[in-house]
């Protein structure tokens, strides 16, 4: 069983920037792919980023693309979410994930493929 715990939220003006951290325990982090998912009141939670489990392949969402950089540091089994040029809609709770499957050769960018969560940090991006 894996545990997840995020850090780095909190309220930032629009333009700014915030990096979002993610240290998992209870597994080989090294082994799986790792995902960010955010969350707005009243929306369905989107996919981000993610970064495969060799840390050799990223994919992002459209809407973040250019300014969010997802990375991870095995040694320190952590994630990371580096935000910059944030926008009031990027208001939301962020989650991390990690991937259902060991050494998956795809990247995945859905929900179902992450089978593991964090309880989520809150971003606020003020205009």
């Known amino acids: 069983q894996v545990n997840l715990v995020e850090s780095g939220g909190g309220l930032v003006q629009a333009g700014g920037s915030l990096r979002l951290s993610c240290t998992a325990s209870?597994?080989?982090?090294?082994?799986?792919?790792m995902g960010w998912f955010r969350q707005a009141p009243g929306k369905e939670r989107e996919f981000v980023a993610s970064i495969n489990w060799s840390g050799t392949t990223t994919k992002y969402a459209d809407s973040v693309k250019g300014r969010f950089t997802i990375s991870r540091d095995d040694i320190e089994n952590t994630a990371f979410l580096q935000m910059n040029s944030l926008k009031p809609e990027d208001t939301a709770v962020y989650y991390c994930?990690?991937?259902?499957?060991?050494?998956?050769?795809?990247?995945?960018?859905?929900?179902?493929?992450?089978?593991?969560w964090g309880q989520g940090t809150q971003v606020t991006v003020s205009s």
């Open positions: 994930a990690t991937d259902r499957v060991a050494w998956r050769s795809r990247l995945g960018d859905s929900r179902d493929d992450f089978g593991s």
């Open positions: 209870g597994r080989t982090f090294s082994n799986y792919a």
